[in-house]
């Protein structure tokens, strides 16, 4: 079982410039997240989707978008990269509302 | 506001050493309290959930205790292969049944 995928896994990026960081599952499940992760801070919810077609703003969506046209692809866009959106971004998906959460093993980014 | 503290912040351990980490949470609804581990350079790895206050759960040298507000994860005889960063989250009802992490604890095992 792949799991949880994320591509790519490291990327550097000038100021102004997009991207998209990639996310795909092959376990059905209904619910993704994207999360970032930052030295001492903890991981924080950018924008979650309870199925395919839905989605919805956690608790820094500042900066980002993300779409869900199919239950397996959960894309999540970068617009205009600042530095402040160095991180380690990771995508999580979930079975339900009670099962643990299945991580990929994140994206490094880097805006210079 | 839902929140979910984690201590020590860092813990160094000679092998053989037991201790516990501790999670403190406020969480409205909670659905459930997580513990992952994770390596450097990767995602975090699922260890256990805990659905009500008084459950237990065990996997080789690690024990995890569930109360109304803290739950624990306690360590017994570690091996340096046990050193990594110990999150926990909870998870609420409502919309998207978000998690809410820890920043975590550090643990690092002396041979």
């Known amino acids: 079982n792949a799991g949880v995928t994320q591509t790519p896994k490291f990327r550097i990026l000038k100021i102004g410039q997009s991207m998209t960081l990639q996310c795909a599952q092959d376990?059905?499940?209904?619910?993704m997240y994207w999360y970032r992760q930052d030295p001492g801070m903890g991981l924080k919810l950018i924008y979650y989707?309870?199925?395919?077609?839905?989605?919805d703003k956690g608790e820094v969506p500042n900066g980002y978008n993300v779409s869900r046209s199919t239950t397996e692809d959960f894309p999540l866009r970068l617009e205009l990269a600042a530095p402040s959106q160095t991180s380690v971004y990771f995508c999580?998906?979930?079975?339900?509302?009670?099962?643990?959460?299945?991580f990929g093993q994140g994206t490094r980014l880097t805006v210079v | 506001e839902d929140q979910v503290t984690q201590s020590p912040e860092a813990l160094r351990l000679q092998e053989g050493e037991s201790s516990s980490l501790n999670c403190s949470y406020t969480?409205?609804?909670?659905?459930?309290l997580f513990w992952y581990r994770q390596d450097p350079g990767k995602g975090p790895e699922f260890l256990f959930t805990l659905y009500s206050a008084g459950e237990e759960k065990e996997k080789e040298r690690l024990k995890a205790t569930l109360t109304k507000k803290e739950s624990f994860l306690h360590i017994t005889a570690p091996k340096p292969e046990d050193s990594a960063t110990y999150l926990c989250?909870?998870?609420?009802?409502?919309?998207?049944?978000?998690?809410?992490f820890g920043t975590g604890t550090s643990l690092t095992v002396i041979p």
């Open positions: 989250a909870a998870r609420r009802v409502g919309t998207g049944n978000q998690f809410y």
């Open positions: 999580a998906s979930t079975q339900d509302r009670y099962t643990e959460a299945f």
């Open positions: 376990m059905n499940h209904n619910y």
């Open positions: 989707s309870v199925g395919a077609g839905i989605t």
């Open positions: 969480v409205s609804g909670l659905r459930g």
